[in-house]
């Protein structure tokens, strides 16, 4: 209800948009086994409407086993008039190192990181960096929307909790300026600080163990530990294909899950910056206090008192069908590519209540599985190899295969 209020009194929270400031943008896209969604994604950027010459986009391939660099390619060489580099990677080495790779290349004033599944509005650049001309706002992220909400009941459950995190929840922390995690779908940063963490971020690891997933809330938590402001642009909108069934949502949650523990096993560590240095510091409520009450209320429900969840259960289903009214009014007015076409998955959203108990189980899991490095959802489906180039025409070392369409040139 406090997001609701603050979304209808001060949609922004409080920061400011300043359309003037233009910086050069450099746009990181590492890519693993996406086929023809990385060229989809490719070519939503090379619609922006934010000036071509400002903007290059670095996509690097971490070395999948379908055709995704040849899509790469293709999309260089279909969209000339746009600065791409194509390169690929000599071995598999996760996302962060991947990203950092592509970092290397980079000369934007402005870093952007993105997903290689994901499609920007034309004005997803402008809305970014306009909120950049703030100082104090170290990395800005958007608002992530569904492609296929209208797939089945799990994809239209989805749509609903992006909508409700994007447009709603998140708002609260913008009005702290400390947006506990930018979503790595769409995450602008500046490029000094982006380099002075990015050392940081290569070198994470949990206990020893190399951590090769997290990188957008590891990355969020340390502009706000540089005393940076964090905050979500809603104007600034992509949408991005979720999972279509149990067992890739239950890996991808899974993943995330992964992320949230470390990252509140670093706010432990580093609890005496937070408190002494940062303080008084928003993080330390949304990265320690939060989590904490949450899992003191998962045992609660899951180990101490189970017959409870029985006694809430109606309270949470009629919740999600007064949210589900709530959201069919917001699509139709403003988000109608999210709206739910079908009334009888429109109402069956009430059964996504569950998840709040299945999400104490996948917590669990996650704690148990904190030594795992694997994706878990990009297993590599093949796919149709694009006609203007061959995957294995391009399968070359990243270092030979680097190849700026030319260089970006400033103002």
């Known amino acids: 209800m406090v997001s609701a209020f603050l979304k209808i009194s001060n949609p922004t929270c409080g920061f400011t948009r300043d359309y003037t400031y ?20 490719i070519e939503s950027i090379c619609r922006s409407d934010y000036p071509k010459e400002k ?55 402005v870093v952007l990181c993105i997903d290689s599944d994901a ?20 990395a800005v992220g958007g608002a992530v929307g569904v492609r296929n909400a209208n797939k089945n009941l799990l994809t239209a459950c989805q749509a609903l909790i992006y909508a ?21 779908c769409m995450l602008a940063v500046r490029r000094d600080l982006f380099v002075k963490i990015q050392p940081k971020l290569a070198a994470r690891n949990f206990f020893g163990l190399k951590v090769k ?24 909108t992509c949408v991005t294909d979720v999972p279509d069934n149990l067992r890739t949502l239950w890996n991808q949650q899974i993943r995330w899950q992964r992320s949230g523990i470390r990252d509140f096993c670093l706010t432990l560590r ?43 259960a109606p309270f949470w289903i009629g919740f999600y069908f007064i949210m589900a009214g709530l959201y069919d ?34 917590e669990l899991c996650a704690m148990c599985t904190l030594d795992s490095t694997s994706w878990m959802t990009r297993q590599g489906v093949p796919a149709k190899a694009p006609a203007l180039a061959s995957a294995s025409k391009y399968r070359t070392p990243m270092t030979a295969a680097l190849t700026p369409s030319e260089e970006l040139q400033g103002d």
């Open 213 to 236: 997933d997290g990188e957008d809330r590891f990355l969020t938590h340390m502009v706000q530990m540089e005393g940076l402001g964090t905050v979500i642009n809603p104007s600034a």
């Open 164 to 184: 409700e995190n994007f447009h709603f929840l998140k708002l609260f922390e913008n009005w702290t300026r400390s947006v506990i995690c930018l979503s790595g």
């Open 55 to 109: 903007f290059e986009i670095l996509a690097i391939d971490d070395y999948s086993s379908d055709d995704s660099y040849a899509w790469i390619r293709k999309a260089q060489i279909d969209f000339s008039d746009t600065r791409i580099y194509a390169g690929r990677n000599s071995s598999n080495c996760g996302k962060a190192e991947t990203q950092s790779n592509a970092l290397e290349l980079a000369t934007g004033e």
């Open 270 to 312: 580093t609890l005496h910056k937070h408190i002494w240095e940062l303080s008084p510091n928003p993080n330390l409520l949304y990265g320690l206090i939060f989590p904490t009450l949450a899992a003191i209320v998962s045992i609660f429900l899951l180990i101490l008192n189970p017959f409870l969840l029985i006694c809430v």
């Open 329 to 362: 009014i917001l699509t139709r007015f403003f988000l109608p590519d999210q709206r739910i076409t079908s009334p009888f998955r429109l109402l069956s959203l009430a059964t996504f209540s569950v998840w709040i108990v299945a999400g104490r189980l996948i």
């Open 119 to 138: 499609i920007f509005a034309p004005n997803a650049i402008r809305e970014l960096t306009a909120c950049l001309a703030d100082r104090k706002i170290g």
């Open 22 to 41: 233009q910086p050069t943008v450099s746009i990181l896209l590492p890519c693993f086994n996406e086929g023809r969604a990385v060229y989809e994604t």
